[in-house]
């Protein structure tokens, strides 16, 4: 399952390195989760990044941050309907209205964000000693 969470920390980076080069081309892709469909679409990616990550928690370097971190954005999955469209059409317009250099600033957070579920769940490399042959 690390190779699943690798890929959603994959995921976040890049979304978040395309709002850092192209902010309003991240409200682009944004819009799809404007509708309704969309909604039930960004509902069933959150659930499954968040099992992902609780999913790999155990073999990670932070188990316990990757099961809370993955139970935070399942719960946010799960409560995302509720909101409704026009809610969420109200925070995307919101977040856009501060500029580019305030929506820079969120993408660098998710840039971090998504490399730091990679670092967590790489297998460390065992450095061998001077001398020591495996």
Partial sequence: MRWLAFVVGSIMAALGILGIVAPTLLLSVAAFALTEVGLYVAV????A????????????RFPRTLRILGALIVIAGIITPFFGVERARAMVDWWSAHGPTFMRGWAALAVI??????????????????GVRR
């Fill in 44 to 47: 069933a990616l959150r659930v």
């Fill in 49 to 60: 990044f968040g099992l992902a990550l609780i999913a790999a928690a155990a073999a990670s």
């Fill in 113 to 130: 964000f998504g490399l730091f579920i990679i670092y967590a769940v790489v297998p460390r490399r065992d450095v061998a000693s001077p």
